[in-house]
């Protein structure tokens, strides 16, 4: 009667026990964007380093459930090394594919696919995409 | 108290699937009270002390019947009833009208830790701006509020204590009668937190003899947007009006005004009138089951369920002692709101979070809780499913890894 399996894949939980790119740095040419989703308790920090047009770097931290804590790695590991257009591009993809919303299908999500099964818990949608959100900060920080 | 007769009145559980265990967020409305706000609406919904025409009469008389019942309800005067937004904007109005009045640098106020941030908040603010010290109350191992650690603090300097009535997070009850005795005595005013109190205890202001108690209706089977502060006659008269407005005044000139006595001075504006109603109406519902009887059924329906949650591995409680229908857990190594999502699966509403309440949970030293509560509209049945659910979490959070 419980479809959870669709929302925890193995992708997921991989991520979840096991994040990369995580903790934070102390360097000047990272931008740093901290969100903190105070009704669930999700509080991530996202750090990105750009340089000539390219995510060199992808760190993050922090506390929250299985989904908000995995996504930031799934991120890291999708973004590193994409121009930041396509970063952007797949980031905004990312995102309107958890909302429902038309995206272009086109766009390699990676391993960040393993989220479409988010869209059926739309309680958990903001526990997705607060990493993703972050990072959208850092490039406006960069600009 | 036939349990089948009064889910019949709850519209929301003709989906025979739901199990709600979030009455400590906001409890389900029954039809009798849906009905009393049609029945504003469609027979005289127009606004009260304001019209001199029969309509207006009418919907003036059903507002003020409605305080007359709030009053008989906690056994206060009617003019002692303000109507508010709900218990957030009533501690508020303590805070701000008391409070910031009447406080200087050299006072103290006694806050807990079991607070929501509702009864923390505005005395924080009040600290900042007065300068008046906020002092702890140090909780007892199991987190509760108890006289000898209340004397601890209590000091000449007191001023104000604000303390919950029941906590909704533990759900333990706390010593008001005695601590209102003893903050007397030192000449300080206490303000009491009722909102959790108010759904399942009966309250006798007179017996508690606290200067302000708050509650909200939509947690009592009333509607959201309207709520209660209770405030003693001599005090009420001493405060000043913290919003103004139409409806508050007496004789208003270029440069001042007077004020209507209390409870008007506190109410300015077109007040929540159908709500207001709707709230009278949910505490006939109330009156009408007894609030003995509804606490002697959520405390079994607690029990039964303690009792099976204890027996499960890997649970762990935070609560084992409370005193009313609130249970707070986690399943070890899963994050509440990775739980909750399994128990929203199975069509079981609860809480997960911090519940409004982040001094507790740090207390606790968890980052979040679960939070089951029980009220007159559960089963055993339904305790059983929770149960149930709660063990398939488990063993599904362990099949995927965590
Ligand atoms: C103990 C306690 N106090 C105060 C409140 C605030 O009530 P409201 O949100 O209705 O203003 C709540 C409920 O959220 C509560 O549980």
């Given at each position: 009667?419980?479809?959870?399996?669709?929302?925890?894949?193995?992708?997921?939980?991989?991520?979840?026990?096991?994040?990369?790119?995580?903790?934070?740095?102390?360097?000047?040419?990272?931008?740093t964007?901290?969100i903190?989703?105070?009704?669930?308790?999700?509080?991530?920090?996202?750090?990105?380093?750009?340089?000539?047009?390219?995510?060199?770097?992808?760190?993050?931290?922090?506390?929250?459930?299985?989904?908000?804590?995995?996504?930031?790695?799934?991120?890291?590991?999708?973004?590193?090394g994409?121009?930041?257009?396509?970063?952007?591009?797949?980031?905004?993809?990312?995102?309107?594919?958890?909302t429902?919303?038309?995206?272009?299908?086109?766009?390699?999500?990676?391993?960040?696919?393993?989220?479409?099964?988010?869209?059926?818990?739309?309680?958990?949608?903001?526990?997705?995409?607060?990493?993703?959100?972050?990072?959208?900060?850092?490039?406006?920080?960069?600009? | 108290?036939?349990?089948?007769?009064?889910?019949?009145d709850?519209?929301?559980?003709?989906?025979?699937?739901?199990?709600?265990?979030?009455?400590?967020?906001?409890?389900?409305?029954?039809?009798?009270?849906?009905?009393?706000?049609?029945?504003?609406?469609?027979?005289?919904?127009?606004?009260?002390?304001?019209?001199?025409?029969?309509?207006?009469?009418?919907?003036?008389?059903q507002?003020?019947?409605?305080?007359?019942?709030?009053?008989?309800?906690?056994?206060?005067?009617?003019?002692?009833?303000?109507?508010?937004?709900?218990?957030?904007?009533?501690?508020?109005?303590?805070?701000?009208?008391?409070?910031?009045?009447?406080?200087?640098?050299?006072?103290?106020?006694?806050?807990?830790?079991?607070?929501?941030?509702?009864?923390?908040?505005?005395?924080?603010?009040?600290?900042n701006?007065?300068?008046?010290?906020?002092?702890?109350?140090?909780?007892?191992?199991?987190?509760?509020?108890?006289?000898?650690?209340?004397?601890?603090?209590l000091?000449?300097?007191?001023?104000?204590?604000?303390?919950?009535?029941?906590?909704?997070?533990?759900?333990?009850?706390?010593?008001?009668?005695?601590?209102?005795?003893?903050?007397?005595?030192?000449?300080?005013?206490?303000?009491?937190?009722?909102?959790?109190?108010?759904?399942?205890?009966?309250?006798?202001?007179?017996?508690?003899?606290?200067?302000?108690?708050?509650?909200?209706?939509?947690?009592?089977?009333?509607?959201?947007?309207?709520?209660?502060?209770?405030?003693?006659?001599?005090?009420?008269?001493?405060?000043?009006?913290?919003?103004?407005?139409?409806?508050?005044?007496?004789?208003?000139?270029?440069?001042?005004?007077?004020?209507?006595?209390?409870?008007?001075?506190?109410?300015?504006?077109?007040?929540?009138?159908?709500?207001?109603?709707?709230?009278?109406a949910?505490?006939?519902?109330?009156?009408?089951?007894?609030?003995?009887?509804?606490?002697?059924?959520?405390?079994?329906?607690?029990?039964?369920?303690?009792?099976k949650?204890?027996?499960?591995?890997?649970?762990?409680?935070?609560?084992?002692?409370?005193?009313?229908?609130?249970?707070?857990?986690?399943?070890?190594?899963?994050?509440p709101?990775?739980?909750?999502?399994?128990?929203?699966?199975?069509?079981?509403?609860?809480?997960?979070?911090?519940?409004?309440?982040?001094?507790?949970?740090?207390?606790?030293?968890?980052?979040?809780?679960?939070?089951?509560?029980?009220?007159?509209?559960?089963?055993?049945?339904?305790?059983?499913k929770?149960?149930?659910?709660?063990?398939?979490?488990?063993?599904?959070?362990?099949?995927?890894?965590?």
């Amino acid at each position: 009667m419980n479809n959870m399996e669709v929302l925890y894949r193995q992708v997921i939980m991989d991520h979840y026990k096991n994040p990369r790119n995580k903790g934070l740095v102390q360097d000047e040419l990272y931008k740093t964007i901290h969100i903190k989703n105070p009704t669930c308790g999700d509080d991530i920090t996202v750090q990105s380093k750009i340089s000539n047009g390219v995510v060199e770097d992808v760190r993050h931290d922090g506390t929250g459930c299985s989904i908000c804590c995995s996504s930031a790695s799934v991120m890291s590991e999708t973004l590193l090394g994409k121009s930041v257009d396509d970063a952007i591009k797949i980031k905004d993809a990312y995102i309107n594919m958890l909302t429902n919303k038309e995206y272009d299908e086109e766009v390699e999500l990676e391993e960040a696919v393993a989220y479409t099964g988010v869209r059926k818990f739309p309680a958990r949608i903001k526990c997705a995409s607060i990493a993703w959100k972050a990072f959208e900060g850092t490039l406006d920080e960069s600009e | 108290m036939d349990i089948n007769n009064i889910r019949k009145d709850f519209p929301i559980l003709e989906d025979k699937t739901l199990v709600y265990l979030d009455t400590a967020a906001s409890s389900l409305k029954p039809i009798q009270v849906i009905d009393k706000l049609d029945e504003y609406y469609k027979k005289y919904g127009v606004n009260v002390h304001r019209g001199v025409y029969n309509l207006s009469f009418i919907a003036t008389e059903q507002y003020e019947k409605a305080r007359r019942k709030v009053a008989s309800f906690i056994n206060a005067t009617f003019e002692e009833i303000i109507f508010t937004r709900g218990a957030s904007s009533a501690l508020n109005l303590v805070a701000s009208s008391y409070g910031l009045n009447n406080l200087t640098k050299d006072d103290e106020i006694i806050v807990t830790e079991l607070e929501h941030h509702s009864h923390v908040l505005p005395w924080q603010n009040v600290s900042n701006i007065t300068g008046a010290k906020l002092v702890y109350l140090p909780l007892d191992e199991e987190g509760r509020i108890t006289i000898d650690n209340f004397k601890s603090v209590l000091t000449d300097k007191t001023k104000v204590v604000a303390v919950t009535h029941v906590s909704n997070v533990m759900g333990y009850i706390s010593p008001i009668k005695e601590i209102v005795k003893l903050a007397h005595e030192k000449g300080a005013v206490v303000s009491v937190d009722a909102a959790q109190a108010a759904p399942h205890t009966k309250i006798d202001v007179i017996d508690l003899d606290c200067d302000f108690l708050a509650f909200s209706g939509h947690k009592m089977l009333g509607p959201t947007g309207i709520g209660v502060l209770f405030g003693k006659k001599n005090l009420l008269k001493e405060m000043p009006p913290i919003e103004f407005g139409g409806d508050m005044n007496d004789n208003v000139d270029k440069f001042d005004a007077s004020w209507k006595d209390a409870p008007y001075k506190f109410e300015t504006g077109t007040p929540p009138i159908a709500e207001a109603l709707g709230l009278g109406a949910a505490i006939d519902y109330l009156e009408n089951i007894g609030l003995e009887n509804i606490h002697k059924y959520e405390i079994e329906l607690k029990d039964y369920t303690m009792k099976k949650l204890k027996e499960i591995e890997d649970i762990e409680i935070y609560n084992l002692t409370t005193d009313t229908g609130i249970i707070s857990f986690n399943i070890k190594g899963v994050h509440p709101h990775d739980a909750i999502t399994y128990f929203d699966g199975d069509n079981i509403c609860m809480r997960a979070g911090h519940h409004c309440a982040q001094l507790v949970i740090k207390w606790l030293e968890v980052l979040a809780t679960l939070r089951a509560s029980f009220y007159i509209y559960n089963t055993i049945e339904e305790c059983d499913k929770f149960v149930s659910s709660v063990k398939q979490a488990r063993d599904f959070f362990k099949s995927v890894g965590f």
